[in-house]
């Protein structure tokens, strides 16, 4: 009887050790699950975007020079070749660099469009804003290095004609 008695005793504390483990394993484990809900909802937060930053005047700005860069390069690229002052490789040579600048300003339009699409990129606003201003600097050294190019070229087949003019002048005064 005694035996008994001391067995349920034990029997007894097993089963209060128990039920304070398991009660205090369901506390660990239902504030885990409430952290991790925590930091999902944070996470969750930085895939989505504020309609601010997508309407960040820079994103217009952006665009806006996309489309310059293209009319810009379509215009004098077809003025380039109408001309006739550019040899075959000269054009392909021009068409090579209109076609990377052209490639590397619609990465950064792809790289737009990831940073403005909810669920694309995990990035809080500050982060976003930064990166929309490193593409439109970006764009606008784009921008700026057709401009001067097309100029340079401009100003070749200018050159071109102008020592062209000059032998036909030569050539009436001489007689050829």
Do not use: C, W
């Not at 909802?41 to 489309?67: C, H, S, W």
């Amino acid at each position: 009887m005694e035996k008994l008695s001391q067995l349920r005793s034990i029997l007894d504390n097993m089963y209060t050790g128990y039920t304070i483990i398991s009660n205090g394993y369901n506390a660990v484990r239902d504030i885990s699950q409430g952290n991790f809900s925590l930091h999902q909802t944070f996470l969750d937060g930085l895939m989505a975007v504020n309609p601010t930053v997508r309407k960040y005047r820079r994103v217009a700005e952006i665009i806006g020079q996309q489309q310059t860069i293209l009319s810009e390069y379509s215009r004098a690229y077809n003025l380039f070749v109408s001309s006739g002052q550019f040899t075959t490789s000269e054009i392909d040579y021009i068409s090579r660099i209109y076609s990377q600048l052209f490639s590397r300003s619609l990465q950064n339009l792809q790289e737009l469009t990831m940073i403005i699409t909810a669920g694309q990129v995990r990035m809080n606003d500050a982060e976003r804003l930064k990166s929309i201003d490193r593409i439109y600097e970006d764009m606008t050294e784009k921008l700026s290095f057709l401009r001067g190019f097309n100029k340079q070229t401009t100003s070749l087949q200018n050159l071109r004609i102008h020592e062209m003019e000059n032998q036909e002048i030569l050539k009436t005064i001489y007689g050829l």
